[in-house]
């Protein structure tokens, strides 16, 4: 069967007890990592690693382990809003990897655990906007910018504006988790559909393949945020919906089956 045949597959979807996975989709878990914590990765890391590193988006250099260094030149640097979203958790790891300094927004009560995943500098998302591009465009002084990736309102904004105003930016580029509700001049915005991200050889499976197994072991890379497990079995899904209706910060609600 072709990836496009077998997209929406039952025996590959979610919420039952075995789940059918693709080799090049999988890693072995190190010791003391547990499949309710490591499932906040697959679908977070899927989706910021396909906006940070796909071709037709910001196409940064890949993860290594160690990270990257790159020596010689101006630092560069990649701004990855939502630092404790979900997919932000995993796209601030994935790019301070692949050897960028990560500009996030959060909360302040998460700005340590956005920067312990490896961002250089966080800032407050509710505050005033003119003021928060101020501080951004403040920290890429000397560093060139690769472009956003954006998660979270206002983000696509807040990165265009410091796209706009920063004169470094050598990829005026954003890779949007929600699509964009209009068009930014001098600025592309690109809604992350990651429709084939299960290619085989494609750059979901290279980091699955050839950066995780090694990152996790290493603990490199953590399976962030917290899984908060909500209950077991299938009869506790709606729990767990209408927990995620209220809102989480550095968590991902988790069901467990077995
Ligand atoms: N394109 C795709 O394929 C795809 C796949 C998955 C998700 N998504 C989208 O990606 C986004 C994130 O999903 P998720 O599941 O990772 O989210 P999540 O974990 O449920 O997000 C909760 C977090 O959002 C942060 N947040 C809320 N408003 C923000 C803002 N304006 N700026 C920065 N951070 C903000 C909060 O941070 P604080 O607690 O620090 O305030 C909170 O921790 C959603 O919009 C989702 O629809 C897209």
Redesign the pocket.
Known sequence: MSIAESVNNPAEGAFQLYTVLREHLAAPLPKGLSFEQACVIP??L??SG??LFHGEFLGLDMPTVPARRVDGGKPRAVIV?????????NGVQLAAAAGYEVIS???P??FDY?KKLGAKHVFD??EDAEALVGKIVGVLKGRSLAGALA?????IELSAAVIERHADTTHKFIA???PPTSAIPGVQVR????RDAAEPDGHIARIWKDYLPQALEEGQFVAA?DARVVGNGLEKIQDAMDL?MQ??????IVVSLD
């Open positions: 679908l977070a899927a989706t396909y906006g809003t939502g630092g404790a979203t979900s997919v932000g958790s927004t959060a909360s009560k998460n956005v998302y509710h998660i979270g309102d206002g983000s949007a988790a929600n809604f992350i559909d990651t945020p995620q809102g989480v910060s550095a968590q991902k």
